[in-house]
């Protein structure tokens, strides 16, 4: 079996393969599209509290950037490694081109586990791999954002790094940031907000209720948790959450207001008053109208997709459908909404970020939400009228839809030299 990275890698290149096969491109331009532009690896020596020296290895990876500076978060998790990184980046670029934001794709890592560091280890290795990176980011170069196991705070200490390396405040080089930094209302629950859009009309568009229909959702980090608030608030009864440490479920529908102070105070969903517990693998497989695959990569694969018994997936993470799964799935009659349109509420967000920081202005919160529904439901239109037209997955028609924005640009831009 392959690693989740390389298995996330090769995935998003059969995505490309099969976007320039569809529209029938000639293989230079495929050949362009798969190369990431640049890819930097670092090492960061890290000074423990206890006096100790470990040296982590850290990655910025920009896939493309023939549509305007690179973009992408910044993931802190053990399994960072170079082709999750560059699987990542690819995505990005097509995330951008669909929901036509003015950027390019990029994604960076550190391998490290945040849990096993204080909070001042933590400043020291985002404070140096932002050092290390210095050269290749910046507000026109590539802009970073949270990503998996990493938050404002980080952003706020690259932020400062950055400014204090140039020498005046730069806001526009992070998104994601504290609010009193320059970040923007509605960004930190932006992501969500975009998959309970995109969860919504899928829901319509399969002749399902909202109001008492059924959902899990796996992941209850800054995407999962409030995707999960966001789905009670508009009826849909959640019966199982899961996060790495477990999953809990109750049939009737969990109070995810209970349960989001549940974990505050445990750090975990496991052990929530009043559920059944289950593993996260059972929690997948259960007979729902609506998963939401928040976490990580690869959670529905070649193994468990037969298994799969909901009738929707909107994918609140970066690739967790394997290609396996995904014919598998598609077999099976089950819609499975893309990564690239489903969780792309948040680079929307972070783009209104970066105009506002970059102006030196506020937009109010209604402003921002009503734009981001805006974008994200004309990118659902886009979608499923390009699949419906030309009989194909929402994946496909996603990949190609954005594949077909990249290569026009690079065409407008011409080939230098
Ligand atoms: P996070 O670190 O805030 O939360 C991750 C959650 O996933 C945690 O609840 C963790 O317990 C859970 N988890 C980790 N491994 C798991 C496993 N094996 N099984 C079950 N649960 C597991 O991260 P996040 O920012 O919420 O990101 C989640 C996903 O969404 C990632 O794929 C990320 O790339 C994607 N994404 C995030 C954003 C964003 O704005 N944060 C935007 C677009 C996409």
């Known amino acids: 079996m392959q690693s989740p990275g390389s298995q996330a890698l090769a995935d998003a290149h059969a995505q490309l393969a099969e976007a320039i096969a569809f529209h029938e491109y000639d293989e230079g331009t495929h050949a362009m599209l798969k190369a990431s532009r640049r890819e930097l690896t670092v090492s960061i020596p890290l000074r423990r509290d206890d006096g100790t020296v470990e040296v982590l290895t850290g990655y910025r990876i920009q896939h493309n950037i023939s549509r305007g500076p690179a973009k992408g978060g910044l993931r802190f998790s053990p399994d960072v490694n170079v082709d999750e990184v560059r699987a990542l980046a690819m995505w990005m670029t097509w995330k951008c081109a669909l929901l036509d934001v003015p950027y390019g794709g990029a994604k960076g890592g550190v391998a490290i586990d945040p849990r096993r560091y204080s909070s001042a280890e933590l400043e020291r290795v985002t404070r140096r791999y932002t050092t290390e990176i210095l050269p290749i980011i910046g507000p026109q170069r590539d802009i970073p954002a949270p990503d998996i196991g990493t938050d404002e705070r980080v952003m706020a200490w690259m932020m400062d790094t950055y400014s204090v390396s140039v020498g005046h405040t730069v806001p526009g080089?992070?998104?994601?940031?504290?609010?009193?930094?320059?970040?923007?209302?509605?960004?930190?629950?932006?992501?969500?907000?975009?998959?309970?859009?995109?969860?919504?009309?899928?829901?319509?568009?399969?002749?399902?209720?909202?109001?008492?229909?059924?959902?899990?959702?796996?992941?209850?980090?800054?995407?999962?948790?409030?995707?999960?608030?966001?789905?009670?608030?508009?009826?849909?009864?959640?019966?199982?959450?899961?996060?790495?440490?477990?999953?809990?479920?109750?049939?009737?529908?969990?109070?995810?207001?209970?349960?989001?102070?549940?974990?505050?105070?445990?750090?975990?969903?496991?052990?929530?008053?009043?559920?059944?517990?289950?593993?996260?693998?059972?929690?997948?497989?259960?007979?729902?109208?609506?998963?939401?695959?928040?976490?990580?990569?690869?959670?529905?694969?070649?193994?468990?997709?037969?298994?799969?018994?909901?009738?929707?997936?909107?994918?609140?993470?970066?690739?967790p459908t394997t290609r396996e799964a995904d014919h598998i799935l598609s077999e099976a009659g089950v819609v499975v909404v893309p990564d690239i349109l489903a969780n792309a509420g948040g680079v929307i967000v972070s783009y209104f970020e970066w105009v506002q920081s970059n102006q030196s202005f506020r937009w109010g919160l209604d402003e921002v939400e009503s734009r981001l529904e805006e974008r994200m439901r004309s990118g659902w239109t886009a979608v499923t009228d390009f699949a419906a037209h030309h009989g194909i997955t929402l994946r496909a028609a996603a990949t190609a839809l954005a594949v077909q924005r990249v290569t026009e640009a690079h065409r407008l831009r011409g080939l230098y030299p």
């Open 173 to 319: 080089v992070v998104t994601g940031k504290p609010l009193s930094l320059g970040g923007s209302l509605g960004r930190s629950s932006a992501t969500s907000r975009g998959v309970v859009h995109v969860a919504l009309a899928a829901l319509e568009s399969a002749g399902i209720e909202a109001v008492g229909a059924t959902a899990v959702v796996q992941g209850f980090g800054k995407v999962g948790r409030d995707a999960a608030r966001f789905l009670h608030q508009a009826g849909v009864r959640l019966v199982a959450v899961a996060d790495q440490y477990g999953a809990v479920h109750v049939a009737t529908g969990l109070d995810v207001e209970l349960l989001c102070r549940h974990v505050d105070e445990h750090g975990t969903v496991v052990g929530f008053p009043g559920s059944t517990p289950l593993n996260g693998a059972e929690a997948l497989e259960l007979d729902v109208d609506l998963l939401v695959p928040a976490a990580v990569e690869g959670v529905l694969n070649g193994e468990n997709a037969r298994r799969i018994r909901a009738r929707i997936v909107v994918e609140g993470a970066n690739g």
